[in-house]
């Protein structure tokens, strides 16, 4: 389910997790997403190395739906929000590492989001260092067609 669109990383899914990572990401569904909304059973882990990056893109609603719960881990990053109807109206985010984001509504359907270059991350005049990331995101299913 990747979308191509990143610097040097690895992708992958996982469906089996030690009890206490999934006492943590129990935690992550409780906090994202309503009582008896359907999820993903796979949990994606995006794992960006210092350079890596990720291209702005807006997720397809084939693959996930209202909701995407993501929790920053190793690294501070800097994510921008940008409107696709009106690009001169974006939003800066600063995801410190063990960190979750939660994008939902018009953030989900009507902005890219995008992970900065390390040379690019800077946040409210400040330089956010980058080095590796890990990106652990839980989704709810898309709506059926």
């Given at each position: 389910?990747?979308?191509?669109?990143?610097?040097?990383?690895?992708?992958?899914?996982?469906?089996?997790?030690s009890e206490a990572s999934r006492e943590i990401l129990q935690r992550v569904r409780d906090t994202a997403f309503p009582p008896g909304m359907s999820?993903?059973?796979?949990?994606?882990?995006?794992?960006?190395?210092?350079?890596g990056y990720i291209k702005p893109h807006i997720d397809s609603v084939k693959f996930c739906g209202c909701t995407i719960a993501g929790?920053?881990?190793?690294?501070?990053?800097?994510?921008?929000?940008?409107?696709?109807?009106?690009?001169?109206?974006?939003?800066?985010?600063?995801?410190?590492?063990r960190s979750l984001y939660i994008l939902r509504g018009t953030a989900r359907y009507e902005?890219?989001?995008?992970?900065?270059?390390?040379?690019?991350s800077f946040f409210d005049g400040q330089k956010i260092p980058r080095e590796r990331r890990i990106s652990v995101i839980c989704r709810n299913l898309p709506a059926p067609t």
């Open positions: 389910m990747g979308t191509g669109n990143h610097g040097p990383e690895e992708e992958t899914e996982i469906a089996q997790w999820q993903l059973s796979l949990v994606h882990v995006l794992d960006l190395d210092k350079s929790l920053s881990l190793l690294s501070s990053c800097v994510m921008r929000l940008v409107s696709e109807q009106n690009p001169e109206d974006w939003m800066d985010l600063l995801l410190p590492r902005f890219t989001h995008e992970i900065l270059k390390d040379e690019e």
